[in-house]
C-alpha cells in the first residue's frame, strides 16, 4: 500500500533528478540530510563550488484547515435536529464561526423545504442566510436526517487552464518574493557560484494552473523564451514535482531546461535509471 512520501524522500529524489540535468556542466549535486544548513552541495570534481535549498510552496492556512478537516474524517456536529448536510468549500474558513452560520443557515433552509443550494449562484440567499464569509461556502445539501452533522469538503481545487510555457517564469518571479521562500533565498548569499533554489509547488487552488502542469496533468505547454524575475543571489531555480510530475530549471547560465515525468516514454526508454528505484522504495 502506499504511503505519504517523507520530506526527507521528495527532497533526495528531487537532488538524483537534478543530476540529470547538471551532468553536462560537469556538476553534481550531493544530498546533505535534514540536519544540515543547507539541503544540498554542488560540486564540480573535487571542489565544492556552491550548494542549494529546497523548498516547498504551500499556503500554510489552507494546509492547517485541510490538516483539522482530515483528522475529524470532514465530519463536524450540528444542533440536534439539523441533519446531516454536505458544505463544499473554496477557501479556508474558522470552523467555530463556520459550524455556527452553518446551523443558522441549515435551520433556515429547513423550514422553507430548501435541501440542495449553490451560493456562489445566489448571492442574495448567501446574504441572507448569513454565509457572507471570506472564502465562502459554494454548496450546501442535505444528506439525511438521521446524524446532525456537517461534512466539510474542499477547498474545491479546480480553475481555468493557463497554457502558456510564459506560466512558468512567471510563477518563479512570483514566488521567490513569498516570505517563506525569500528566507530560503537568504540562505544561499555567498556560498560560492552555484546558488540553487528548487521550489516544490503546492497551492493547487491559487496556483491551479501550474500546479495541473507541473503535476503532468493535460499536454505539457513548453519551455518559456522569457526569464524570470529572481535575486541575484539565486543562479539557479528549479521547479520540481520529483515523484508525480516535471522538472523544470532556469540558470542564468544556460537557460531553460526540462526533464518529463517518472512513468513517461522518455523514462521508459531509459530503465537503467536508479531514480526509479529509489522511488519504488518509497511508495510501497
Known amino acids: ?35 544540515s544548513a543547507l539541503d ?41 435536529g439539523q441533519g446531516e448536510w454536505y458544505v463544499g468549500v473554496d477557501g479556508a474558513i474558522d470552523l467555530r464561526e463556520l459550524r455556527r452560520k452553518i446551523t443558522r443557515a441549515t435551520s433556515i433552509l429547513s ?11 445566489d448571492w442574495a440567499l448567501a446574504n441572507r442566510l448569513g454565509l457572507d464569509i471570506p472564502a465562502a461556502v459554494s454548496t450546501l445539501e442535505k444528506m439525511g436526517r438521521d446524524t446532525d452533522r456537517m461534512l466539510v469538503i474542499g477547498p474545491i481545487e479546480g480553475g481555468v487552464i493557463d497554457s502558456r510555457p510564459e506560466l512558468l517564469s512567471e510563477y518563479m518571479s512570483r514566488v521567490c518574493q513569498r516570505p517563506t521562500v525569500a528566507k530560503r533565498v537568504a540562505k544561499l548569499k555567498d556560498i560560492g557560484d552555484e546558488r540553487h533554489l528548487v521550489v516544490i509547488p503546492n497551492r493547487p487552488g491559487e ?78
Open 1 to 35: 500500500m502506499k504511503h505519504k512520501e517523507p520530506k526527507a524522500g521528495i527532497e533526495h529524489l528531487s537532488v538524483l533528478l537534478m543530476n540529470r540535468l547538471l551532468a553536462p556542466q560537469g556538476l553534481v549535486a550531493c544530498y546533505l540530510g535534514t540536519g
Open 40 to 80: 544540498f552541495q554542488i560540486r564540480e570534481g573535487n571542489a565544492e563550488v556552491g550548494g542549494g535549498d529546497i523548498t516547498a510552496d504551500t499556503d500554510p492556512g489552507t494546509e492547517a484547515f485541510r490538516s483539522h478537516v482530515f483528522r475529524n474524517n470532514h465530519a463536524f456536529p450540528l444542533a440536534l
Open 111 to 121: 423550514d422553507e423545504g430548501i435541501s440542495s443550494i449553490r451560493l456562489q449562484e
Open 207 to 284: 496556483e491551479f494552473s501550474l500546479t495541473y502542469r507541473m503535476n503532468g496533468w493535460g499536454s505539457w505547454p513548453g519551455l518559456p523564451t522569457t526569464r524570470p524575475d529572481i535575486p541575484e543571489s539565486v543562479t539557479d531555480i528549479w521547479l520540481a514535482q520529483p515523484a508525480v510530475g516535471h522538472m523544470v530549471r532556469w540558470s542564468r547560465r544556460g537557460g531553460w531546461s526540462h526533464l518529463p515525468p517518472l512513468g513517461t516514454g522518455w523514462w521508459r526508454a531509459h530503465t537503467d535509471i536508479p531514480e526509479i528505484d529509489f522511488l519504488a522504495t518509497r511508495t510501497r
